[in-house]
């Protein structure tokens, strides 16, 4: 089955400065790449997602970038804002959507 | 709905007992997933149904798990003879196809003393 390792575990940047996280998956049929975030105590929430058919996808400040090749998709925040302080966690999925095989989650803090 | 909901929010019970969990979909979503959360982790998966049928139940730790969905809406997973291993929030996701995105619900917290 499909294995997603997620890095890093935990990620403290100053506000207004840039977060990356980066996550790799085995399967080379997984297709479609959702990034989650969740705030304690509250449900995941869907903030950007990516097909297999595209390299890259910016929503305002929130970006994904994907290389097939290589097996791996990075989520890019910038000019990070307090309110970005949650968990965010990777999931890839394959093309009959049996499930989601999620990544274990970044902790990402945002120090005013 | 507006979206994916769970009942109850929270639950206790004690060693040895039943429990189900419900869980409603967002109206028309065909795929319905149910996963495990524990403190710090990802969410695992369980069992994803299309339809009314489990597509997919691999996820689903021993026979003391079950799920139904019987009319292709509301889900309902049923958990026997607890453990204190059980002990995790239990998440419920759709999506209008599968492949399509998932939108999660506020899960159960599912306490086993």
């Known amino acids: 089955g499909e294995n997603v390792e997620q890095h890093p575990s935990t990620l403290s940047v100053q506000e207004g400065d840039s977060a990356v996280i980066k996550c790799t998956y085995s399967d080379s049929a997984s297709n479609y790449f959702p990034w989650y975030k969740q705030e304690l105590g509250k449900r995941p929430q869907l903030i950007i997602d990516i097909r297999s058919n595209v390299g890259e996808k910016k929503d305002q400040r929130i970006a994904v970038t994907l290389n097939k090749t290589a097996k791996h998709f990075s989520l890019h925040i910038t000019e990070t804002q307090p309110e970005d302080s949650a968990v965010y966690f990777c999931a890839a999925s394959g093309d009959t959507g049996n499930q989601f095989y999620f990544g274990t989650g970044t902790s990402l803090t945002v120090i005013p | 709905g507006a979206g994916v909901s769970q009942t109850p929010s929270n639950k206790v019970t004690e060693k040895g007992k039943y429990v189900e969990l419900r869980c409603d979909p967002i109206s028309g979503h065909t795929a319905l997933y149910w996963y495990r959360q524990s403190l710090g982790q990802g969410p695992e998966f369980l069992i994803y149904?299309?339809?009314?049928?489990?597509?997919?139940d691999s996820g689903l730790p021993n026979d003391r798990f079950f799920a139904v969905r019987p009319e292709g809406s509301v889900s309902t997973l049923k958990i026997q003879r607890t453990e204190r291993g059980d002990s995790a929030v239990y998440l419920c996701?759709?999506?209008?196809?599968?492949?399509?995105?998932?939108?999660f619900g506020q899960g159960t917290r599912l306490t086993v003393v």
């Open positions: 149904f299309q339809g009314t049928g489990a597509a997919d």
């Open positions: 996701a759709s999506s209008s196809y599968p492949g399509q995105e998932a939108f």
